[in-house]
């Protein structure tokens, strides 16, 4: 059993970050680059040890394991790409401007720089890429910014060799000390969230917990940004024309996503809205019933799984269409579970209905009317994305709908499914609460960076004090929009 980190070992390690923050986010953008390869680099040639250690951790399999672990290198290489590119930093120049409409105005130039060292809380259903090489190390590092990874401990073993493997590879690399360390422990992640030499948070996990240590952030004496990814029910809604020019098939995606992986993805969708009298029970049941049993990936969360399923089930007027196992023993795993109801319910029992189950089950709501499917959408609390099913041909209707979703989801989905998020320049992964505790910003794609960093303005400054980015000659040769009189 790997012991948790002390008192002393978590006073050195903040430390540590402490002291590596000037040196590190000072280092050039292609300095930084080279370090973001060469962990990627060290990850890649560790598969062999890492995947094994995450199959006997995590129950998931090697096939989805290797997957994501190629995803986890990936995101470290998309990072050193936007550090070569240079715009994350914002770099602007407003040269002064004796004529300027309003009065004489100074020389004002602006450039993102890093927060300084963050906490990381690891997740459990991603043992990579939401773990300790994940995306929100990859980002934190990406900025500049020293990382204290707090191990998840659905997987100890495996998150204290991936961090010795980073730690290796950066120094190798020539980081300065100090730069990534992995901490065990609950206790120990609650304390290095109160010491105010950590400067930023990032988590991602259940509503309860996320919810906790968002207030242990905003209750110190100087609050700190705390960026959680929390719950989603990520409903799917599917129009008349829709169900008539493809049910069947609609019926079989949509089992499929939300029974994938255990229903143990922060995507998975936990809603179905179809029109009454859809027809579609049979092919529902049967593709939900088709689906094997799997694993959770611990005890403590099939557990809770066995008790919502339990809750959700006994709600009055919801009816079971598959009726999967879960059985008392985790070990021999659990079958998907699809329940219907109708909106009305729904809407009776919004508190136990719309809440996220995180495990194989999920609801189908019928609705009598576009009113009604209005109504559903409209009591939605915050979500990580919200999908539309609709016929090819069939656009201008459903203007009203997305309205009322893009006010609740981060991303609204159009005859897709929204398991599946792709690291990429314009995703956006993060909603209003309750599925982030900020809206504004996203923990996967390239904008991720942006969460640890903070804008300065350096007013009439010598060109030798500037930051680089700002100077005239830009040794760095980063992307400078430049403004006012030449």
Not at 87 to 112: C, M, S
Not at 385 to 401: F, G, I, M, S, Y
Not at 424 to 445: E, L, N
Request: charged share 20%; with cysteine; aromatic share 6%.
């Amino acid at each position: 059993m790997i012991p948790e980190t002390t008192h002393e070992e978590l006073d050195t390690v903040l430390t540590r970050a402490a002291e590596a923050a000037e040196p590190f986010g000072a280092l050039a953008p292609a300095d930084r680059a080279r370090l973001l390869n060469a962990v990627a680099d060290a990850l890649d040639a560790a598969a062999a040890e890492l995947v094994p250690l995450a199959i006997a951790e995590s129950n998931l399999s090697e096939g989805r394991l290797t997957g994501e672990l190629k995803r986890t290198t990936f995101q470290l290489r998309m990072f050193a790409e936007v550090l070569d590119e240079g715009r994350y930093l914002e770099a602007t120049i407003d040269r002064a401007d004796p004529d300027f409409a309003l009065g004489p105005k100074p020389d004002l130039r602006r450039v993102q720089l890093p927060i300084g060292p963050v906490l990381v809380f690891a997740a459990s259903n991603f043992p990579f890429a939401f773990s300790v090489a994940g995306g929100d190390t990859a980002s934190a590092l990406a900025a500049g910014c020293p990382v204290v990874l707090k191990a998840h401990p659905g997987h100890p073993e495996l998150s204290v060799r991936t961090g010795e493997v980073i730690v290796e590879a950066l120094r190798a690399a020539g980081a300065p000390e100090g730069a990534f360390a992995v901490v065990l422990g609950v206790e120990t992640g609650t304390r290095a969230l109160t010491d105010e030499r950590v400067k930023a948070a990032s988590f991602t996990g259940s509503v309860p917990g996320g919810r906790a240590l968002f207030d242990i952030a905003a209750q110190r004496p100087k609050p700190i940004p705390f960026f959680g990814e929390l719950g989603s029910l990520n409903p799917v809604f599917v129009t008349p024309a829709a169900l008539e020019e493809r049910g069947a098939e609609l019926a079989q995606g949509y089992v499929t996503s939300f029974s994938g992986n255990a229903g143990q993805l922060c995507t998975k969708p936990g809603v179905l809205l179809l029109p009454a009298g859809h027809g579609l029970d049979e092919e529902l049941a049967a593709a939900t019933r088709n689906v094997g049993p799997h694993r959770l990936l611990n005890e403590r969360l099939h557990g809770g799984y066995c008790d919502r399923r339990a809750a959700v089930t006994s709600v009055p007027g919801v009816r079971v269409l598959a009726e999967g196992s879960a059985p008392g023993d985790a070990a021999e795993g659990a079958t998907p579970t699809l329940l219907e109801t109708s909106a009305e319910t729904l809407l009776a029992h919004r508190d136990e209905l719309l809440e996220e189950v995180f495990g194989p089950l999920s609801v189908v709501v019928t609705y009598g009317s576009e009113e009604e499917l209005l109504e559903v959408a409209a009591a939605l609390e915050g979500n990580l994305t919200a999908t539309v099913q609709h016929a090819e041909d069939e656009t201008t209707d459903l203007a009203r709908l997305l309205g009322v979703l893009r006010e609740r989801a981060g991303r609204v989905l159009c005859n897709g499914w929204p398991t599946g998020v792709s690291p990429s320049p314009a995703m956006q992964h993060g909603g209003p609460y309750p599925s982030t505790t900020d809206a504004r910003f996203t923990s996967v794609g390239t904008a991720a960076i942006d969460r640890f960093l903070r804008p300065v303005t350096f007013q009439n400054t010598p060109q030798e004090l500037l930051p680089r980015p700002l100077r005239d000659d830009n040794p760095w040769g980063v992307p400078q929009a430049v403004h006012g009189p030449r």
